[in-house]
């Protein structure tokens, strides 16, 4: 048996490392107060830790590492300026580079995923990876809508006034995941057109999702089968 190459393992790694570092965030967060100030950093850390194990994953690609670091870089310096300042400038800028340092990480990650070869764990991790990405992704956008569109969404239980940036994220994250799962448990309403719009979409590319996963992973592992009897029949004729 042919051994693996050193770049498939460390691919595969900081695929697992990403993926591990995405579940921490959307599971730690859910135990933090975004009305203290300590819990707030902890909650930009969270994000920040997930940006340098996308600039992991990106390392294969100099441009796309360089612009991940800027971006996140900036988001996170704007993410502690803003939660002393609180200015719908800096949330929303702040909030566009996460958002793009996500797209980034999707797309590179995409190209792992369905590009040709085995199916293995680096593209089943990758491709895990990639449903949590588009969660978050999806989560800064509602965060943007509301930030320029304010009343986009209503909340349960939630009083207008008082909806920070960190608070609005942290909904937003859970009702991301609940739509993209199209579990829809109604505690959390879309009521404008560009909010109703985005929600419909990531509906519909949660459902998609994984049925072209499924398909294509299905389809690669029945390429490989086939390929194996080619390949012994090579074997047993060279010898």
């Not at 895990?128 to 349960?156: D, H, K």
Request: proline letters at 3%.
């Amino acid at each position: 048996m042919k051994p693996e190459s050193p770049l498939k393992n460390r691919s595969r790694s900081t695929h697992a490392e990403l993926l591990i570092a995405l579940v921490g965030l959307i599971f730690i967060q859910s135990w933090l107060s975004p009305d203290n100030q300590v819990h707030r950093a902890f909650f930009n850390g969270l994000f920040f830790l997930v940006v340098l194990s996308a600039i992991r994953a990106l390392s294969e690609s100099t441009w796309r590492m360089y612009v991940t670091l800027a971006l996140g870089a900036v988001a996170y310096a704007i993410s502690w300026v803003n939660d002393s300042v609180g200015s719908f400038w800096f949330s929303a800028i702040g909030d566009t580079c996460f958002a793009s340092v996500f797209a980034v990480l999707t797309f590179t990650v995409g190209q792992s995923v369905f590009s040709r070869g085995p199916v293995d764990a680096r593209r089943i991790i990758g491709a895990v990876s990639i449903y949590f990405l588009l969660g978050l992704l999806w989560a800064f956008f509602y965060t943007l809508i509301e930030l320029i569109e304010p009343g986009s969404f209503r909340i349960a239980n939630a009083d207008a006034e008082s909806q920070s940036n960190s608070r609005l994220l942290s909904e937003f994250i859970y009702f991301s995941n609940v739509t993209l799962t199209t579990l829809g448990y109604g505690d959390i309403v879309p009521e404008s057109r560009p909010a109703k719009t985005m929600a419909l979409l990531e509906a519909m590319l949660g459902q998609l999702y994984i049925a072209i996963v499924i398909a294509r992973m299905v389809g690669m592992q029945v390429a490989q089968h086939q390929k194996e009897p080619e390949r012994d029949r090579l074997i047993e004729s060279e010898s």
